[in-house]
């Protein structure tokens, strides 16, 4: 399978819990995008890596979510202290990274989080 | 602010007819249009897009159209399938260095036999 691939898919945690998420993208893709999907809404750009450097961060990510992408393959995306609201659908999705060319994203099945 | 909107939140269609999906979107510097399908506790399926430089763009059963004077695209599937029943969502992008996606909301089709 060479799709975007996504770990773990489910997480429980309970609040003030540190959670970390991997994301490794399709091979020859220079660009990983991070999304958060909420029930009844779509996908919400979070952040995004241009090759191993982060190039753009939603005012959605407040000070306790750090994301990384090391060698510029896979990512990490850590929520520390982790309340309530941040439970939903963490979405990775990567794309070729051509510059200046419209691009379409491909996504991961997703890690859904669940904050008690 | 919602730049891209899904006034229908469900539609249901039967078996072999088409069904016919709505998105507007506000921003006029978005210049590619896409649609996801998404299935419960899945991540999001890329089906089809479409350039601010085209009108109609067909790939077997799913079409999509742009109106940019209206800032309103659809997607026409037919003949519709039980399989084709899930959410749909409409994204945008602007272009430029990011090419962040920006969603709708969604619409759930229903497609009876």
């Known amino acids: 399978d060479t799709g975007v691939s996504q770990d773990p898919r489910h997480k429980i945690t309970k609040r003030g819990q540190n959670v970390t998420f991997r994301c490794d993208p399709i091979?020859?893709?220079?660009?990983l995008y991070w999304y958060r999907q909420t029930l009844g809404q779509g996908p919400e750009f979070l952040t995004y890596?241009?090759?191993?450097?982060?190039?753009?961060k939603s005012r959605l990510l407040s000070d306790r979510f750090s994301a990384e992408r090391p060698k510029g393959s896979f990512s990490t995306l850590e929520i520390q202290r982790t309340e309530q609201g941040d439970s939903a659908m963490y979405l990775c999705?990567?794309?070729?990274?051509?510059?200046?060319?419209?691009?379409?994203?491909?996504f991961g099945p997703g890690t859904r989080l669940l904050v008690l | 602010d919602q730049q891209v909107k899904q006034n229908s939140p469900s539609l249901s269609v039967q078996e072999g007819r088409i069904s016919i999906l709505n998105c507007d979107y506000t921003?006029?510097?978005?210049?590619?249009f896409l649609w996801y399908k998404k299935y419960p506790a899945e991540g999001p399926t890329f089906l089809i897009s479409?350039?601010?430089?085209?009108d109609k763009n067909e790939d077997g059963r799913f079409t999509v159209f742009l109106n940019k004077s209206a800032k309103h695209l659809s997607l026409h599937i037919v003949p519709s399938q039980p399989g084709d029943s899930a959410v749909y969502f409409c994204?945008?992008?602007?272009?430029?260095?990011?090419?962040?996606?920006?969603f709708g909301t969604g619409t759930l089709l229903a497609v009876q036999p």
């Open positions: 999705a990567s794309s070729l990274g051509l510059v200046n060319l419209q691009e379409t994203q491909y």
């Open positions: 091979s020859e893709h220079n660009r």
């Open positions: 890596f241009q090759n191993e450097a982060q190039l753009e």
């Open positions: 921003n006029s510097m978005f210049d590619y």
């Open positions: 479409i350039s601010s430089i085209k």
């Open positions: 994204a945008a992008s602007g272009g430029g260095a990011t090419n962040k996606l920006i």
